[in-house]
Structures are given as structure tokens and as C-alpha cells.
């Protein structure tokens, strides 16, 4: 597609149940990451995939969260008995190669997640 | 450690330069970017420069990088009020294919 696509763009969820944040990757584009953003702060890096490969998970929370990408295309980041404290903007993004070689990585608008 | 850190805000007369700073600890960064979020918007990548240079211009934004301090900076020239918005540093790490950011500076602009 033309750019990083997000879906849903806002969720509202009980606390305690399970929310799956979907992120479509701009086509041809063979990484992608995830990155959480609380207000006020900077996005903080959850996890990467190389094609279908997650190469680096060394930012997600806790064992409540989890990703997976299974054909190297779109990918989904489940949060499982969610919490309050994981309300944020939950973004995805996607470039077409490694960014230490320079590759751009282009963000999704966001998906906005409110646990009450 | 992983850390970027930069100014909470900055306020600046519409016409005058914006200079906003940024501070990184990995001195293996490779790229160091500058995006801009506008209130409820997506990151809008601005501009990026190589480890290897100290210095990028591109019409009125002049990034400099002093790769000994680890010091990375914007310049917005001739500020507009369209320019108010947060900005975010962020380093690509040589050893792994992730960009880490600073928690943003919020630029506004005053008449």
C-alpha cells in the first residue's frame, strides 16, 4: 500500500481482556517494528522482524505481549489480560532494509489502545 | 545504555531560529534522525545524517552532529508558526536494526 497501515486506529478494552493491534507494512517493505508511545513521551521500541523472523523482541514489557508477522508481510501485536498501565498509542512501522544501512523506517498513523 | 535525551521545551519568536539539542550515549550509532509530530499526527521523518558528517542542510533546516560530545542539534530558520510542534532525536544503532528516540522537545512559537 502507499504507507504504513494501522488498524483499529482506537480501542477501547476492559481490563483483563486480550486486544490484537494489526499493522499493514508498506508493500516490499521486509522490516518492521513496533513501538509504544505513552503521552508526553517518546515511541519506545517493542520489537523487530526481519521478513517473517522476530530478530528482536528485547522491548516488549512482559510476557502479555507477544507479536508475530507469520508471512513476512502484515504482523499483529496481541497484549494479552490487558492493564490500565498499557493504555498508549501502539505504532508500527516498516523500511525496506536494516536501518544501520541507512534505510528509512516510515510510520503508521497508530493505534490508539484505552484499557478502562 | 540506550539513551537519548533531549530538552523538554522551546519557545521561540515567529522569524527568529529554533535550535533544538540532543544528547546520545552509543558512540557506534550509525544514522541520527529528526522527526516532528504534530497534534494528532503520525512521526514525520525531517531529516537524518550520517555518523561520517558533521553537518547537513536542507533549506531551513541545518542539522549539526559534534560526533565527539555526542551531541546532535536542529536549526530551524526564519520559524514559522506551522513549525510548532514536538521533535524528536532518535540514533540507529549499528549493532542492531532499531532506532531508539528522546522523549521529544515541544517547539512553540510565539507572535
Known amino acids: 500500500g502507499a504507507g504504513v497501515s494501522q488498524s483499529p486506529r482506537y480501542k477501547v478494552t476492559k481490563r483483563g481482556q486480550d486486544v490484537a493491534l494489526r499493522c499493514d507494512p508498506i508493500s516490499g517493505h521486509v522490516s518492521l517494528y513496533w513501538y509504544r508511545q505513552a503521552l508526553g513521551q517518546g515511541p519506545e521500541f517493542l520489537t523487530y522482524f526481519n521478513y517473517e523472523a522476530q530478530q528482536d523482541k528485547s522491548g516488549l514489557p512482559n510476557d502479555r505481549f507477544s507479536a508475530e508477522r507469520p508471512e513476512g508481510s502484515i504482523s499483529t501485536l496481541t497484549i494479552q489480560r490487558t492493564e490500565q498501565r498499557d493504555s498508549a498509542m501502539y505504532r508500527c512501522?516498516?523500511?525496506?532494509?536494516?536501518?544501520?544501512?541507512?534505510?528509512?523506517?516510515?510510520f503508521g498513523e497508530g493505534s490508539w489502545l484505552t484499557v478502562v | 545504555g540506550e539513551d537519548v535525551e533531549q530538552s523538554l521545551f522551546l519557545s521561540v519568536r515567529e522569524g527568529d531560529s529554533s535550535v533544538i539539542n540532543c544528547t546520545y550515549t552509543d558512540s557506534s550509532s550509525t544514522y541520527l534522525y529528526w522527526y516532528k509530530q504534530e497534534p494528532g499526527a503520525g512521526l514525520q521523518l525531517l531529516t537524518y545524517?550520517?555518523?561520517?558528517?558533521d553537518m547537513k542542510q536542507d533549506q531551513r533546516l541545518t542539522v549539526l552532529l559534534n560526533k565527539k560530545d555526542k551531541h546532535l542539534s536542529l536549526r530551524i530558520a526564519d520559524t514559522q508558526t506551522g513549525d510548532s510542534a514536538i521533535y524528536f532525536c532518535a540514533e540507529a544503532y549499528s549493532s542492531a536494526s532499531k532506532i531508539i528516540f528522546g522523549s521529544g522537545t515541544r517547539l512553540s512559537i510565539r507572535p
Open positions: 512501522a516498516s523500511s525496506q532494509g536494516q536501518v544501520n544501512s541507512g534505510n528509512t523506517i516510515y
Open positions: 545524517i550520517f555518523s561520517n558528517m
